[in-house]
T-cell receptor
Framework: QKEVEQDPGPLSVPEGAIVSLNCTYS??????FMWYRQYSRKGPELLMY????GNKEDGRFTAQVDKSSKYISLFIRDSQPSDSATYLC????????????FGKGTKLTVNP | ETGVTQSPTHLIKTRGQQVTLRCSSQ?????VSWYQQALGQGPQFIFQ???????GRGNFPPRFSGLQFPNYSSELNVNALELDDSALYLC?????????????FGEGSWLTVV
């Protein structure tokens, strides 16, 4: 079993839809949870960073962490064509410079 | 703009050859990590350098090696290239002094081994 599981999709939605992206993990020691956006042939860009359980909101993006279920989610409201990218979840035991364990990424397309 | 620059952006090598990839980061980012991202996969941790010493290694063989220099630049060297080494190689830097969302990735170097 991989440490982090993420459905690779692809996921295709119409503009304005609410998008839900999810990851599950097996290592209960993970405490720091991140979502990265990666455009085609580019490096990952940090979107959201959450410590432990709970919700965090930033504009149209909401990150949720449920440590009891070992499940994290990213919600995108009012999705735009510019949101079309691959979304990677990542986790670490310690924050800062600790190595990140990534999911495979979910490829999202938002259609105008 | 992350302040992390990688070179070259693309290169093609032949199986058995050696390759050196380079990364430079903004001043103060004393920790650099390298990741390998195969097509359709998430990045996999190769190793990390802190103050010019290796500080953690993923499940990669010794033919993957690195260097970090005092000017915050670093290198990833891969010897005896194999076809499966074809991937995007990402450099990520941070200031180790505090935990937080300060891990910056470069745009990567695309390596194709033929």
């Amino acid at each position: 079993q991989k440490e982090v599981e993420q459905d690779p999709g692809p996921l295709s939605v119409p503009e304005g839809a609410i998008v839900s992206l999810n990851c599950t993990y097996s290592n209960s020691a993970f405490q720091y949870f991140m979502w990265y956006r990666q455009y085609s042939r580019k490096g990952p860009e940090l979107l959201m960073y959450t410590y432990s359980s709970g919700n965090k909101e930033d504009g149209r993006f909401t990150a949720q962490v449920d440590k009891s279920s070992k499940y994290i989610s990213l919600f995108i409201r009012d999705s735009q064509p510019s949101d079309s990218a691959t979304y990677l979840c990542a986790m670490s035991v310690q924050g800062g410079s600790e190595k990140l364990v990534f999911g495979k990424g979910t490829k999202l397309t938002v259609n105008p | 703009e992350t302040g992390v620059t990688q070179s070259p952006t693309h290169l093609i090598k032949t199986r058995g050859q050696q390759v050196t990839l380079r990364c430079s980061s903004q001043s103060g980012h004393n920790t650099v990590s390298w990741y390998q991202q195969a097509l359709g996969q998430g990045p996999q941790f190769i190793f990390q350098y802190y103050r010019e010493e290796e500080n953690g290694r993923g499940n990669f063989p010794p033919r993957f090696s690195g260097l970090q220099f005092p000017n915050y630049s670093s290198e990833l060297n891969v010897n005896a290239l194999e076809l499966d080494d074809s991937a995007l190689y990402l450099c990520a830097t941070t200031d180790r002094a505090w935990a937080g969302n300060t891990i910056y990735f470069g745009e990567g170097s695309w390596l194709t081994v033929v």
